[in-house]
């Protein structure tokens, strides 16, 4: 499997533009999570989805924010309008509580979508 | 509310030290608890893990033993190299299935 994948690797956009940071999970991981990580801050769960039903939206910090999982194997986060404050690292991750291998019970990360925005 | 408190760095040490990283956490219940490894430019890497108490989880030389008297997770290596420099993240994973990370600790060996 090629892991969890996220692209962009890089984005820059002006300040009021929409960004769409795109992921697909492992296959046959029925989990899936969106962080945001800052030095100011760290890593902070922005949603999770179970099944593709989003669970927990708690951590997204406003209502620019939003995340779909129209199926398995994608998830998108939006961001619209797009702030300067917004500059992060997304890290979206993928589990499943039935994976028995060495990565059982935990997650596994993508490399992550550095967004700048100016 | 569940929360992990990791020391704080950078620690910087010399190629063969003795390594330890405390971690503590609150939670209610019997979370599993994690280390995570991030390298620069890179996501988080699962390094080792312990799904119940006096569990020790071991990897690449680090080891963690899940201590629920003291509720601790310390990181532990004998004798750290440069390519062990890196971002190390204590986590634990409550019934809710969420992963709650502590704020991290670079580690910086030096040659």
């Known amino acids: 499997d090629a892991g969890v994948i996220q692209s962009p690797r890089h984005e820059v956009t002006e300040m009021g533009q929409e960004v769409t940071l795109r992921c697909k999970p492992i296959?046959?991981?029925?989990?899936l999570f969106w962080y945001r990580q800052t030095m100011m801050r760290g890593l902070e769960l922005l949603i999770y989805?179970?099944?593709?039903?989003?669970?927990?939206d708690s951590g997204m910090p406003e209502d620019r924010f939003s995340a779909k999982m129209p199926n398995a194997s994608f998830s998108t986060l939006k961001i619209q309008p797009s702030e300067p404050r917004d500059s992060a690292v997304y890290f979206c991750?993928?589990?499943?509580?039935?994976?028995?291998?060495?990565?059982?019970?935990?997650?596994?990360f993508g490399s992550g979508t550095r967004l700048t925005v100016v | 509310g569940n929360s992990v408190t990791q020391m704080e760095g950078p620690v910087t040490l010399s190629e063969e030290a003795f390594l330890t990283i405390n971690c503590t956490y609150t939670?209610?219940?019997?979370?599993?608890l994690f280390w995570y490894v991030q390298y620069p430019g890179e996501g988080l890497q699962l390094l080792l893990k312990?799904?119940?108490?006096?569990d020790k989880g071991s990897n690449k030389g680090f080891e963690a033993t899940y201590r629920k008297e003291t509720t601790s997770f310390h990181l532990e290596k004998g004798s750290v190299q440069v390519s062990d420099s890196a971002v190390y993240f204590c986590?634990?994973?409550?019934?809710?299935?969420?992963?709650?990370f502590g704020s991290g600790t670079r580690l910086l060996v030096r040659p």
């Open positions: 991750a993928s589990s499943s509580p039935r994976d028995r291998g060495p990565g059982g019970y935990g997650y596994t």
């Open positions: 296959s046959g991981h029925d989990y």
């Open positions: 989805f179970n099944n593709n039903v989003p669970i927990d």
């Open positions: 939670a209610t219940g019997y979370p599993s």
């Open positions: 312990a799904t119940k108490a006096d």
């Open positions: 986590a634990l994973k409550d019934s809710s299935y969420k992963l709650i």
